[in-house]
């Protein structure tokens, strides 16, 4: 079993900046992909970024140049730093993980940007 958390959430203007954690409750050396997704309203979820245990990363076209994902193994943690946020950047967003071929997710976290 694995819990997520993540934290960072927030209210920003558009052009700032927030960082976004994910905490999972054991160690992540042995984890498989790790990603962030995003649902805004009345629309569903979607990949945002993604990195592999190697570090190999993935990101949406939207966020490209903007976000970007990166874990810390030590602090089994993974981390979007975001930039340049925008209006349409609003949603919730929530942290996936891959651990012996289960996906786990956390409860999420609320994103807002005001323009």
């Known amino acids: 079993q694995v819990q997520l958390v993540e934290s960072g959430g927030g209210l920003v203007q558009a052009g700032g900046s927030l960082r976004l954690s994910c905490a999972a409750s054991?160690?992540?050396?042995?984890?498989?992909?790790m990603g962030w997704y995003h649902q805004a309203p009345g629309k569903q979820r979607e990949l945002v970024a993604a990195?592999?245990?190697?570090?190999?990363?993935t990101y949406a076209d939207s966020v490209k140049g903007r976000f970007t994902i990166s874990r810390e193994n030590a602090k089994n943690t993974v981390y979007l730093q975001m930039n340049s946020l925008k209006p349409e950047d609003t949603a919730v967003y929530y942290c996936?993980?891959?651990?012996?071929?289960?996906?786990?997710w956390g409860q999420g976290t609320q994103v807002t940007i005001s323009s």
């Open positions: 996936s993980a891959q651990y012996m071929a289960v996906v786990y």
């Open positions: 054991r160690s992540i050396t042995r984890f498989g992909p």
């Open positions: 990195i592999t245990s190697g570090g190999s990363t």
